[in-house]
């Protein structure tokens, strides 16, 4: 005797069944809070990130006396001194579609490295003031020089190096005949074949050559890179060390106060070619001295 077997199909449970109409991811997966970050903008320049929930202004709005008006919402950028004291730099009234709402402000800071940290709340007509949400602490650190290529004013560039196309340059002389104080000294010249040093060039010529020339050239494998590129040059001053957690430190004259971890580390453009040329002559690296054949 044969029995037949029917195979029951039982609906998937609710946690498997597929959806009914397709999913939009958002990452991340979260409701943000009321908060505001301050960040590098532009030279001299501190930007704020700021979010408002709606919730917060009319919740917490509503404690504010009706006599003072509706309280409005603002931003204000505070600059911290060595002792933990803040001075108020500026305050900007943020204009929001709704309740609440998201954006940028912008503070202009000049270019002296300070500590700043900044503050987002409701004021009302009478004066009154509510927190809301409280920065970070932002070092605000400047480059180190002058804006390159520098306009000849005196104190600025003096000698600029004159590229030459029409003439081939002859092998870099040996600086171990030099003391490190005259290659200091001396002003940047290309070396001809013939043995003399070309004319330079004063500093607005070079920075116009410079414009024509600033298209960074694409680098293949195995392939030299095109005569016709120019030359760019970029530099970086990187500052790395360790120290107590959270106490204050004198790094080279400015105070910076130390996080919990212990650990610090700054990445500074340079861009003043008396400094540059300097360095190189104190620390010159190995590569100056030996050809390199990739």
Aim: glycine share 10%; aromatic share 6%.
């Amino acid at each position: 005797m044969t029995f037949a077997r029917h195979a029951e199909q039982t609906p998937p449970t609710p946690d498997l069944a597929p959806p009914t109409s397709p999913l939009t991811p958002v990452f991340p997966l979260s409701i943000p809070d009321t908060r505001v970050v301050l960040h590098d903008g532009a030279p001299g320049e501190v930007r704020a990130r700021w979010f408002l929930r709606a919730s917060d202004v009319i919740g917490i709005g509503g404690d504010f006396p009706a006599a003072g008006g509706q309280p409005q919402p603002v931003l204000r950028l505070l600059r911290l001194d060595e002792d933990g004291a803040a001075e108020p730099v500026a305050t900007v009234r943020l204009r929001l579609a709704g309740r609440g709402g998201t954006g940028q402000s912008g503070f202009q800071v000049g270019r002296e490295g300070a500590r700043f940290a900044a503050e987002l709340g409701l004021v009302n007509e009478d004066g009154g003031w509510l927190l809301l949400a409280r920065s970070n602490r932002f070092q605000h650190a400047p480059g180190i020089g002058l804006a390159f290529p520098a306009h000849a004013t005196g104190d600025g560039v003096q000698e600029a190096v004159r590229f030459d196309e029409t003439r081939p340059s002859a092998p870099i002389l040996s600086a171990t005949h030099q003391s490190l104080a005259s290659v200091a000294a001396d002003p940047v010249c290309l070396v001809t074949a013939g043995g003399t040093a070309a004319p330079s060039i004063d500093s607005d010529a070079m920075m116009r050559r410079l414009d024509r020339q600033s298209t960074i050239p694409t680098l293949i494998y195995g392939q030299p890179v095109v005569p016709a590129a120019g030359l760019l040059i970029e530099a970086e001053l990187r500052i790395q060390g360790w120290a107590a957690p959270n106490t204050r430190i004198d790094l080279f004259g400015h105070p910076y106060f130390v996080g919990p971890g212990g650990r610090f580390q700054f990445v500074l453009k340079v861009d003043d070619p008396a400094l540059l040329r300097q360095a190189l002559a104190l620390h010159p690296p190995d590569e100056l001295f030996s050809p390199r054949d990739d």
